[in-house]
């Protein structure tokens, strides 16, 4: 049996096994031989049939849709906590949840950013900028300290690195840099290459830069790492930082990228 299928129908089976029936406007009675809810009243509350709901505790190989896990979750009242869990298990997305090109960030995020007092950014899901600092501004002279142009297309750190004019004089050893990005990316949206945003900014890429095109297709994969960076200063030549990307908790697709100055 497969271990996703069997932990899904003990996490709802243990689930109904916490209520009373009477919560959800089911008699108590006296017959019953185990407490909490019986499966036939789990399958009433979202709508399916009693077999079909038996097959999932039992982690049987059925399909189960997302329409159905909503209507489970929202019928034995799960938390947040719970429900996100359960369509992990169930390998779903939650209708719920953001679409996946929509990338928000909160207000507490953005103000911790802006007191960091080393160069650090908020990156998206296709890796647009969200948010950055006054330090990362300074870094990134010429790109990230100008203002918007109208109808210009979000700031993302690949299109600076292979469209914008500034990236191959700011950043050492920019081919090899160039390349462990484009890997890096591969391997960041290896579940999302789906996507329409990730598929535009991917074509929009490939027809701009022969250099994207070219790493693009050679299919190198490598997970997103810390480590060193350097940059030409104009007035202090090179200058290093030690890079650390970090996930907030509750948004996990969000990345806090932070450079160090090395001492």
């Not at 939650?94 to 090109?101: E, N």
């Not at 207000?107 to 950055?132: C, E, F, H, Q």
């Not at 830069?209 to 994969?221: E, L, M, N, T």
Request: one cysteine or more; aromatic letters at 8%; proline letters at 8%.
């Amino acid at each position: 049996m497969d271990t996703r299928r069997k932990e899904l129908g003990e996490f709802l089976s243990t689930l109904r096994g916490r209520h009373a029936p009477e919560e959800f406007g089911f008699p108590a009675g006296s017959r019953r031989r185990a407490p909490g809810l019986r499966r036939e009243e789990v399958a009433q509350l979202a709508g399916i049939s009693p077999t079909w709901y038996a097959w999932i505790e039992q982690g049987r190989s059925v399909n189960v849709s997302a329409d159905v896990l909503a209507r489970l979750a929202q019928g034995l009242h799960l938390t947040p906590s719970e429900r996100a869990y359960l369509f992990e298990l169930a390998g779903r997305r939650d209708p719920l949840d953001a679409p996946p090109d929509v990338d928000t960030v909160s207000a507490t995020l953005i103000a911790l950013l802006r007191d960091i007092k080393v160069p650090a950014y908020l990156m998206g899901r296709s890796w647009n900028l969200l948010a950055w600092n006054k330090p990362a501004e300074k870094l990134f002279a010429g790109w990230l300290d100008q203002p918007p142009s109208p109808g210009e297309a979000p700031r993302n750190l690949l299109r600076f690195v292979f469209l914008h004019p500034t990236a191959r004089s700011l950043i050492v050893d920019w081919e090899a840099r160039a390349r462990r990005i484009t890997a890096e990316f591969r391997a960041d949206c290896r579940n999302r290459l789906d996507e329409p945003a990730v598929q535009s900014l991917i074509a929009e890429l490939r027809q701009e830069s022969p250099d994207f095109a070219r790493f693009w297709k050679q299919h190198d994969v490598l997970e997103r790492q810390g480590g060193t960076r350097a940059f030409n200063d104009p007035k202090r030549d090179i200058v290093t930082y030690q890079q650390v990307t970090l996930h907030p908790v509750d948004q996990e697709h969000i990345k806090l990228v932070l450079l160090k100055p090395d001492s």
